[in-house]
T-cell receptor, first 109, second 112 residues
Framework: KNQVEQSPQSLIILEGKNCTLQ??????????LRWYKQDTGRGPVSLTI?????NTKSNGRYTATLDADTKQSSLHITASQLSDSASYICVVSGDDMRFGAGTRLTVKP | NAGVTQTPKFQVLKTGQSMTLQCAQDMNHEYMSWYRQDPGMGLRLIHY???????DQGEVPNGYNVSRSTTEDFPLRLLSAAPSQTSVYFCASSYLRNNEQFFGPGTRLTVL
């Protein structure tokens, strides 16, 4: 069964610190992997997209990595800000799209 | 561009009642979809459409109907609401099925 597993489920960090969120998947065939940010009470918004041939992609303070051999991706957030508090959802596309349950990140002052 | 709009934002129903959740997009996207989001679970696909006049079932279609008479609109109908349908519902659109999804703000539905 195609699955997307994210860890940790939740994370609390202090403002200014870095953090890394993980996404493991078994989706096959693989087309692309996206990270979405979902603020409380809002719909998800795309942060990055990774295709099979890409290892790293940055979007400001967000850096996504992909290891297609081990079927793992990570989202690294640098110098966290209070506005980074949100859920981060990993979505893997193949024949269809599969959503991870998300990581709830809280950034405290 | 308004993007993807959904109405209502909040709704409370009694068991057995029916209602329609509205979704519209102004980006001329062919692909539209409905998801439900429950605590601790990923977004689950209810129904989707690859173009006007074409709809298909997703992962959790039971108890829901959809239609796509125009490119812009994709309403979701609850036929006879049940407490298990208490959830947050998101409509999304994209150019193609596996492209970036643009999500609406969601509808929080409570069924008593």
């Amino acid at each position: 069964k195609n699955q997307v597993e994210q860890s940790p489920q939740s994370l609390i960090i202090l403002e200014g610190k870095n953090c890394t969120l993980q996404c493991n998947y078994t989706v096959s065939p693989f087309s692309n992997l996206r990270w979405y940010k979902q603020d409380t009470g809002r719909g998800p918004v795309s942060l990055t997209i990774m295709t099979f041939s890409e290892n790293t992609k940055s979007n400001g303070r967000y850096t996504a990595t992909l290891d297609a051999d081990t079927k793992q991706s990570s989202l690294h957030i640098t110098a966290s800000q209070l506005s980074d508090s949100a859920s981060y959802i990993c979505v893997v596309s193949g024949d269809d799209m599969r959503f991870g349950a998300g990581t709830r990140l809280t950034v405290k002052p | 561009n308004a993007g993807v709009t959904q109405t209502p934002k909040f709704q409370v129903l009694k068991t057995g009642q029916s209602m329609t959740l509205q979704c519209a997009q102004d980006m001329n996207h062919e692909y539209m979809s409905w998801y439900r989001q429950d605590p601790g679970m990923g977004l689950r696909l209810i129904h989707y459409s690859v173009g006007a006049g074409i709809t298909d079932q997703g992962e959790v279609p039971n108890g829901y109907n959809v239609s796509r008479s125009t490119t812009e609109d994709f309403p979701l109908r609850l036929l006879s609401a049940a407490p298990s349908q208490t959830s947050v519902y998101f409509c999304a659109s994209s150019y193609l099925r596996n492209n970036e999804q643009f999500f609406g703000p969601g509808t929080r539905l409570t069924v008593l």
